[in-house]
């Protein structure tokens, strides 16, 4: 009850948030200078006529008011406009590139988590030698490079040089399995190793905490091998503020891992923002921004129910 | 009756007790001085005098004219004519990073500026004032970082139009809610404080309150922020001149130098190399000084 009533409310929370944020992404569009319809119409000066047309086929000739209505009546129902390129759904565009993308997080967040949280342990049980200094390093490092500039030394390194993994390409798992994952493992590290120094970060600060609190002494004064005390009583503690976090990191990637996926010509969300861009395709654009915004909210929605999840002291 | 005791001018003491900010302009020195005790603080901090400098001296330090392309010398190996190599129409490789420092230089620190000339004020405003405007800020503040940071800055980036100038306001605009919620937060706090209480009660104005008592009690955290959110500017700056969102070419800046060698890999590694290793030492230095300033504020921090 308790539980339902806690995920009640943060919905009731995000729902305005969702509402403000598609005002925003809307007015984006219609506070650009000059005339939408002359953009629409490719920039170029056109007749009157044809302005006109385009104006009455985009509903431009409507008060502001309606046309926000019906935008937002469509993305309600799941229609987001059509691309102004090649004509087909937003809605579809989007629904065939989620897949891409969501390969790409899951795989770059099993990385993060893989070398985030024991670097995170190392780091905080040798506070102050050598090993926190190296974890930390390294975390900084991790936080500090640029995402495209790693992709392109790591190809240069992996691809060009050593001919281990394919540069740059997405070949779907059905069609050939192998390569699909030979390309999704260079831009998987790329965005892990960014997630893993802000998960180490917070893991090693948890950590600390969670090594001065009472229950770790009582366990030491128990007896308990000093691995024992670390990985059963204080890490299950200091997981939770980390748990939420890579649940909002997650999110993040969802929007789109931008950089990334146009170093590696990943075809995800990330790249048709980039092409939807530079193609002036403002309509892929908005639904983009408001599809992964969504996900976003959704992920540290996600993020509140498992922290209630596995933290008791809240369910009682 | 001690006889000195008449004698003490009373303004002064008066004066003094409504002066608390001298509390943390000693705070900011003191944490000064915490801060340069720290190698690391202070290596970063010389980094990034270094970056400021070549980007202020890039007419006397550069070895070439960073647009003057040499048909002769096309994508040629560091040598001691070049000593970083030369690009894909025979440009000299050092001497537009050093001109390239100023593009990312002020894609660092103007959006930081920016977000801080609008947040401050409006932040206070609605930590102090509360109410709808504090309501409906905030509102928008959530929505805007329910979009992640780079997001915000393409779509904005992209709608503006591609160039530096729209490009550094874009990246403002996307560090703006961050801000916002930092100086709301602190004003918040501040709010509560017994010497705020103290002025208030004293009959100062709520402008003065705010200029006099809030604003120079919040410096700590932003300037903390402020670090931070420049290490990520710069990193926008170059992702969106990768893209090319930023800075047109043939004007220099590291990131479009990295789009252009991402096509020269294999030939030219060199084109790639350089100019993200200036962005990662830049970045690094701005992270570490903004994690020993941070440090040297808070005093209870590991």
Not at chain 2, 273 to 283: K, N
């Amino acid at each position: 009850m308790r539980f339902l009533l806690f995920i009640g409310r943060r919905i009731a929370l995000a729902l305005p948030t969702v509402l403000i944020l598609s005002t925003l992404i809307f007015l984006l569009q219609r506070m650009l200078p000059g005339d939408p319809a002359l953009a629409l119409a490719g920039g170029e000066a056109v007749d009157a006529r044809m302005l006109d047309e385009i104006r009455h086929k985009y509903g431009l000739d409507l008060p502001v008011y309606v046309q926000y209505g019906r935008w937002l009546a469509g993305a309600l129902h799941g229609y987001l406009g059509v691309s102004m390129r090649n004509d087909i759904g937003v809605s579809e565009l989007l629904a065939g590139k989620l897949g891409i993308t969501l390969q790409l997080a899951l795989a770059s967040m099993a990385i993060a988590l893989a070398i985030g949280i024991p670097l995170g342990i190392v780091a905080a049980t040798r506070k102050g030698r050598l090993g926190d200094a190296v974890a930390s390093g390294l975390a900084l490092t991790g936080i500090s490079i640029p995402h495209f500039w790693l992709g392109i030394l790591l190809v240069l390194a992996f691809s060009v040089h050593l001919n281990w993994f394919p540069a740059s390409g997405y070949v779907p798992f059905r069609e050939d399995p192998v390569r699909s994952v030979m390309g999704f493992v260079l831009p998987s590290i790329v965005l892990g190793t960014g997630i893993a120094g802000v998960l180490m970060r917070h893991m090693r600060s948890a950590m600390l905490d969670a090594l001065q609190a009472d229950y770790v002494r009582t366990a030491r004064a128990k007896g308990l091998s000093e691995w024992r005390v670390v990985l059963r009583h204080a890490l299950r503690n200091a997981l939770m503020p980390v748990v939420t976090l890579g649940a909002i990191e997650f999110g993040q990637l969802l929007a789109g891992a931008v950089l990334t996926e146009q170093v590696f010509s990943i075809p995800g969300f990330g790249k048709l923002l980039v092409d939807s861009v530079l193609n002036r395709d403002y309509q892929v654009v908005q639904g983009l921004v408001l599809v992964s915004s969504v996900m976003f909210i959704a992920a540290s929605l996600l993020a509140d129910v498992l922290y209630f999840v596995i933290n008791p002291r809240l369910r009682t | 009756m001690p006889t000195i005791a008449p004698q003490l001018p009373r303004p002064a003491a008066v004066r003094r007790k409504s002066r608390p900010q001298s509390r943390p302009q000693s705070r900011l020195r003191s944490a000064g001085r915490r801060l340069l005790r720290r190698p690391s603080s202070v290596l970063a901090g010389a980094a990034i005098l270094l970056f400021v400098l070549a980007a202020v001296l890039a007419p006397f330090l550069a070895p070439y004219d960073p647009l003057q392309s040499d048909f002769l010398m096309i994508r040629k190996a560091p040598s001691a004519l070049h000593l970083l190599g030369t690009d894909e129409v025979g440009r000299d490789v050092l001497s537009r990073l050093i001109w390239g420092a100023r593009a990312s230089l002020l894609a660092g620190f103007l959006p930081v500026l920016v977000a801080c000339a609008v947040s401050v004020p409006l932040g206070v405003a609605c930590g102090y004032a509360g109410g709808w405007l504090d309501m409906l800020v905030m509102r928008v503040t959530d929505a805007m970082l329910a979009v992640p940071f780079l997001i915000v800055a393409i779509a904005l980036a992209a709608f503006l139009g591609p160039d530096l100038r729209n490009s550094i306001l874009a990246i403002g605009v996307a560090a703006l809610p961050t801000f916002l919620r930092l100086a709301r937060a602190a004003a918040m706090t501040i709010r509560a404080e017994d010497y705020v209480e103290a002025a208030r009660a004293v009959g100062a104005s709520p402008l003065r309150i705010a200029l006099r008592h809030i604003l120079p009690n919040m410096l700590p955290p932003l300037f903390v922020q402020a670090s931070i959110t420049a290490a990520a500017a710069v990193i926008a700056e170059a992702s969106l001149s990768f893209l090319g969102l930023g800075q047109q070419p043939p004007a220099p800046s590291w990131g479009s130098t990295l789009n252009a060698a991402q096509q020269y890999m294999t030939t030219a590694p060199w084109m790639a190399i350089a100019p993200g290793a200036m962005i990662f030492v830049l970045v690094i230095s701005l992270n570490v000084f903004g994690d020993g300033l941070r440090d040297a504020l808070d005093t209870r921090r590991r």
